[in-house]
């Protein structure tokens, strides 16, 4: 996958701002000798994306929306708008700026791990 990845982003080399006309606005270079891993890389989101999720048919579940968490006995379980929930060792935020996850867990007092 990782192969993949690197074929399918830009070159590592820096990273610009223009204008409409294309005129340099600012451009900041960046290490074009680092290897692969070091690198910043440019990647097209729908590709990264695939390959994110490329093994995981069984393990990701779509289209549910996260209302709550409740915690016991150091085990997390979450719940969704449709009724449904799941559990898990660990729960991670990972819904964006308006994260309903970490404002639940601001109220409730979470532990940090
Ligand atoms: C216009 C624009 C252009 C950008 N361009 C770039 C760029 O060129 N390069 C770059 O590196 N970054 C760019 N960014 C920033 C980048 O998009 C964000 O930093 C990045 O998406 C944050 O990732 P995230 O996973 O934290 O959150 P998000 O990408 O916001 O993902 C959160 C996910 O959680 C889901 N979610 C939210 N609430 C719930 C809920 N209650 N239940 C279930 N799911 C929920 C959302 O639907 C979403 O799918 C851009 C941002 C914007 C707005």
């Given at each position: 996958m990782w192969e993949s990845f690197v074929a399918t982003a830009g070159e590592p080399g820096g990273l610009g701002f223009?204008?409409?006309?294309?005129?340099?606005?600012?451009?900041?270079?960046?290490?074009?000798?680092?290897?692969?891993?070091?690198?910043?890389h440019a990647v097209d989101r729908i590709t990264l994306r695939h390959l994110l999720l490329s093994g995981l048919d069984d393990a990701v579940h779509c289209d549910k929306t996260f209302t709550h968490y409740e915690e016991h006995d150091g085990k997390v379980t979450a719940f969704f708008d449709d009724g449904s929930c799941g559990g898990a060792d660990l729960l991670v935020g990972a819904d964006g700026a308006g994260s309903v996850v970490r404002r639940h867990g601001c109220r409730t007092g979470w532990r940090r791990r």
């Open positions: 223009l204008t409409e006309q294309l005129s340099e606005l600012v451009v900041i270079n960046g290490e074009a000798t680092a290897g692969p891993a070091e690198g910043s």
